[in-house]
C-alpha cells in the first residue's frame, strides 16, 4: 500500500467563515494558528494571547471551532474520493489517501500529488504533503512539510529517522522526558523495550507502527448516501458573480462523491441564504447526467450571470437532486485507434511476432448446441465482417462453458450450486444434433431445457436439466 496524507496546517483558521488577516485562531487563551501576516510578526502557535496581541496590537482572535472543522474535512474527504475511493481521516488536520491500488490510472504517484494539491489550492486550503508506504510515517512526514514521496519502507525509516521527537504531536511530557535522555529525532528511539517503561506504550507502538514493524489498519471514510454540503461565506457578496469561487468548494466535493458512488448527476440545487434571513434556490439541470466539475462550474456561471440577488448572501447550500447510476462498460481494446486500422495494424504485429496459428478469433457457428455454437476463425474475417443486430430473441448466452456440463445437488427446493439457485428465466428446450450421434469426438443428440439461474451470492449461472438431472454448463461474467 502507498498512503499520500495531505496535512492542512492552517484548517482551523481556514475552515472559519468570517476571518480578517490579521488572525489568529485560540483555544483556552493560547494561539492554535496564525495566518501568514500574523506569523511574520512572530506569532507562533502555542503562545499566550496576551503575548500574540502584545506583538500585534491590531490582531483578530477567533475561538476554535470543531464542529466547522470536522465539517471541512468531511467535504475534504469526498472531493478527495476523485483520486480513491480508499480515503481516511486523520482528525483533526489530515487526510490520508491509499494511491497505490490507483498510481498506473493517473500517470504515477508525481501526477497524483500534483493534481491533489492543485485541488486543494483551487479551493483555498493550504496544505503540505508526504508519499509514505505507512499511514502515520506519511501522516509525521506531511506534517514536518517533507513535500517528497518514500515509496518503500528503507527510505521511508531513513526519512522517519531524522523527524525531531516534537513531530509526532505525543504529550509534552513524553516529549520533555526524551530532551532529558538527550533524544531528539526519531532515529534515536532505538530501544523499544527500555522505552516502554520510561515514555509509556503509546508513543512506542506509534514508532513502530510508522516504521512499519506493526500493523496499523485505518478506518475507512464512509461516503454519505445523499450529497448536501453547506458553506458559510468569510463576508456578505452583493453580486451573484462573485459566488462562483466560494459555490466551486462546495462542487468540488460532489466531483469527488459521484467519483465514488459510480453516480452521475442529473439536477441540483444551490440554495443561498441571505443577510436578512430569507433563502432563494439556484436549480441547475443538465442536458445529460455528468459528472465534470468543469461542467458544473460553466452552467452555474451562465445561471449566475442573470440572476439578480433580492439581498447579499451569507451562506450557501448545495444538494444533489437528482442522481443516477454511471453506466457500465467496458472499454474497447483497440479504442485509440481510428476505424479498425489499429487493430489489424496490432493483429500484424502479433502474427508477425507469434506465428498465425498462434493468433485466432472466436466466430458464431450456425448450431443450437451450446458445444458446438462456436468455431475458430481468421482474425481478418471477424474485422472485414459488419456487426449485425441479433433480432432471434434467443435467451442469454453466457461467454464462459465449462469444458464438461457439472453435474448439480437436487434438493427439494430445487437445483444447489454454492447454495440454492432461484431461476430467473423460463426454460428453453434445445433439441438437436441427431445427425452427428455416434461420431467420436462429436455432442451428438441433445434434449435439455436451459435456464439462467442465481444463488444467494449474487453469482449468475447457466444451467439445464435432462433425464439424468441438473448440470451447470456456462457462467455469467
Sequence with gaps: ?????????????????????????????????????????????????????????????????????????????CWAGRFTPTVSLASPDALLLEIGACRRLFGGVAAIVEAALDGCRAQGWSVAWAVAPTPLGARWLARADAAASYENLATLQAA??????????????????????????????????????????????????????????????????????????PSRVDFAEGLAFAAQRLFSALAGWLQVRQSLLRACTLHLTHDDGSTSALPLRFGEPCADEGRFMRLLREHLGRLQLAAPV????????EVVARPGASAGLFEQAASGEGA?????????RLGDDAVRSLAVRADHRPECATRSTDPADILAAKAAPDASGAMPRPF???????????????????????????????????????????AGDIRRDYFVARNGEGRWAWIFRDAQGWYLHGLFA
Design 314 to 321: 451569507e451562506a450557501l447550500q448545495l444538494d444533489a437532486d
Design 400 to 442: 464462459w462453458l465449462l469444458p464438461v456440463p457439472q453435474p448439480l445437488t437436487e434438493r427439494a427446493d430445487g437445483p444447489h450450486w454454492h447454495g440454492p439457485l432461484q431461476l430467473v428465466t423460463r426454460g428453453e428446450r434445445l433439441e438437436s444434433g441427431w445427425w452427428d450421434s455416434g461420431e467420436p469426438g462429436a
Design 160 to 233: 522517519l529517522a531524522d523527524l525531531p521527537c516534537a513531530v509526532p504531536g505525543w504529550p509534552a511530557e513524553v516529549v520533555a522526558r526524551l530532551e532529558a535522555f538527550g533524544l531528539r529525532r526519531l532515529g534515536e528511539l532505538t530501544s523499544p523495550a527500555g522505552l516502554r517503561r520510561r515514555i509509556g506504550n503509546g508513543p512506542v507502538d506509534d514508532l513502530l507502527r510508522a516504521r512499519g514493524e506493526l500493523p496499523d489498519p485505518q478506518r475507512a471514510f464512509v461516503f454519505p448516501e445523499r450529497f448536501a454540503a453547506g458553506l458559510e461565506l
Design 344 to 352: 489489424a495494424a496490432c493483429l500484424e504485429r502479433l502474427r508477425a
Design 1 to 77: 500500500m502507498l498512503w499520500l496524507a495531505l496535512h492542512f496546517p492552517l484548517l482551523t483558521l481556514e475552515a472559519l467563515p468570517s476571518r480578517q488577516s490579521p488572525s489568529v485562531v485560540t483555544a483556552r487563551g493560547r494561539v492554535l494558528a496564525a495566518d501568514p501576516v500574523a506569523a511574520a510578526a512572530g506569532i507562533l502557535p502555542g503562545q499566550k494571547l496576551s503575548t500574540a496581541l502584545g506583538l500585534l496590537p491590531g490582531l483578530r482572535a477567533n475561538e476554535r471551532d470543531p464542529a466547522r472543522e470536522a465539517r471541512a474535512l468531511a467535504d475534504l474527504a
